[in-house]
């Protein structure tokens, strides 16, 4: 579904090193949200934004930090690689309201 | 906050049968309910919802039931296939956070 586009799809970086993940959507959504996928965990909320000048810190927001600078863009940034941010990182959208999520197709980061 | 609990993590079924997936959740105000699929190494897609005005709905061969009173909802799944093979999330709308809470995650495995 192109509708959700991230990139970069895989990304080897090391420690120490700042890192920018980013997500575009074609799909007219005001709401994105940025996860992280580790085995066995299931997605986690990092950030997420209702609209361009409202984003709020979800339950692992440590050592990320966000930018949504336009309604279709919003950028997850790692300020200072550390290995375990090793993960798969996925970007969804959503109408305002109680509607399901659409889904990038994911970056796989490795921290070294 | 909202708690969205999903069992069994891991459910392995032959090819035909029945496969069967649950989830409770703790917010009575919650009002939306999709389960998505993620295939290996792919990006979670919405398979099916429910509405809280709703009891069942069904399309093909899945079907999710609610149960308001008990606040718990579940995924089932008729002959199943080996493409059926996935990990399957619940999740809960929460009118008071605004966003969904996802369960853990079921890895759902048919054997030939």
């Known amino acids: 579904d192109a509708d959700v586009t991230q990139t970069p799809r895989n990304r080897i970086t090391k420690t120490g090193k700042r890192i920018m993940l980013e997500c575009s959507q074609t799909k007219g959504h005001d709401r994105m949200y940025w996860y992280r996928q580790d085995p066995g965990l299931g997605l986690r909320l990092i950030y997420y934004?209702?609209?361009?000048?409202?984003?709020n810190k979800g339950e692992i927001s440590d050592g990320y930090s966000v930018s949504r600078q336009a309604q279709a863009k919003f950028s997850l940034s790692l300020e200072s690689a550390i290995p375990n941010q090793t993960a798969l990182y996925f970007c969804?959208?959503?109408?305002?309201?109680?509607?399901?999520?659409?889904f990038g197709s994911g970056t796989r980061l490795t921290v070294v | 906050g909202e708690n969205v609990e999903q069992h069994p993590s891991t459910l392995s079924v032959q090819e035909g049968d029945s496969a069967v997936i649950k989830c409770t959740y703790s917010d009575s105000a919650s009002n939306y309910f999709p389960w998505y699929k993620q295939e290996l190494g792919k990006r979670p897609q919405l398979i099916i919802d429910i509405r809280s005005n709703v009891g069942e709905k069904k399309d093909q061969r899945i079907a999710v039931t609610l149960n308001k009173t008990a606040k718990h909802f579940s995924l089932h799944i008729t002959e199943t296939q080996p493409e059926d093979s996935a990990v399957y999330f619940c999740?809960?709308?929460?009118?008071?956070?605004?966003?969904?809470?996802f369960g853990s995650g079921t890895q759902l495995t048919v054997l030939p």
């Open positions: 969804a959208t959503s109408e305002k309201g109680d509607y399901g999520y659409t």
């Open positions: 934004s209702f609209d361009v000048k409202d984003i």
């Open positions: 999740a809960a709308f929460s009118g008071s956070a605004r966003q969904l809470t």
